[in-house]
């Protein structure tokens, strides 16, 4: 009976331990959450929870915008997306097409600079995945709290600001050898050369000597940012595509935390 009594004792001083372990977690959670910005509250959201589920979304919105983007003419047949001529050639097309002769000479080229600078942005996109990934995996709670919190477009910032020069800096050969293999320079330099031959009746007093490769990055890299917080957005503001448990519980949250 004695041996019984030490048992029950026992499993009572067990329990009662286990349930001041879990206040004290609760404890820390909820300090943690606090901290953050956000009102305390374990059952609604772990700490575990609020970074998987932020990271999931952020994930698949990075795979949607890529994907979206690297499809043959999403650039091209995309009136917001659409990469137009460098600014130095735009102030000068008018007068091109307007001239019978330069028309003749340049018209189709630059049509033909066009879409291969669209082509060379679609081939590019692929190359973001990996940089943007690794900025996800060194989101710290901190971080994703203030995300999840933080309204439409605070991951696409986040991204932004923890990324951009990295991706900058990849995409810049990488858009270079796109734009080789569609060979633009054999497009573009007799464009080029035509328009300074003729900068005289076309209004300009010195040559013009567009950066191709950086005027296509920074585009690319602008129309991908733009991509990513129409998908974050969407998942904020649209429950039906939160895909899965983790979403739901991570963005249910933070619409109660507005």
């Given at each position: ?229 129409n998908e974050e957005n969407k998942i904020r503001k649209d429950p039906v595509s939160r ?16």
């Open positions: 009976m004695r041996n019984k009594l030490m048992i029950l004792l026992a499993g009572v001083l067990t329990l009662a331990a286990c349930d001041a372990v879990k206040q004290a977690a609760t404890q820390v959670a909820n300090e943690a959450l606090t901290n953050a910005g956000a009102q305390p509250n374990l059952q609604k959201l772990t700490a575990d929870e609020a970074s998987s589920g932020l990271k999931e979304a952020l994930v698949q919105g990075i795979m949607n915008g890529t994907g979206n983007l690297g499809k043959a003419g999403a650039f091209l047949n995309s009136s917001s997306l659409k990469i137009p001529l460098p600014p130095d050639v735009q102030a000068v097309e008018k007068k091109i097409r307007d001239n019978r002769l330069l028309n003749s000479l340049i018209g189709g080229e630059l049509d033909k600079a066009v879409v291969a600078m669209n082509t060379g942005a679609e081939k590019s996109m692929a190359l973001a995945t990996p940089v943007f990934k690794k900025a996800i995996v060194d989101m710290s709670f901190t971080d994703a709290m203030k995300i999840l919190t933080g309204g439409n477009g605070a991951a696409t910032s986040y991204l932004k600001t923890s990324s951009e020069s990295q991706l900058m800096q990849l995409f810049m050969p990488e858009v270079k050898k796109s734009l080789d293999a569609v060979e633009l320079s054999k497009i573009w330099n007799p464009v080029v050369t035509q328009i300074n031959k003729n900068k005289l009746i076309l209004g300009l007093n010195k040559n013009i000597e567009p950066d191709l490769n950086l005027y296509v990055t920074q585009k690319a890299t602008s129309a991908l940012f733009s991509e990513i917080e895909s899965s448990d983790i979403l739901k519980k991570a963005f249910d949250y933070a619409d109660k935390n507005k």
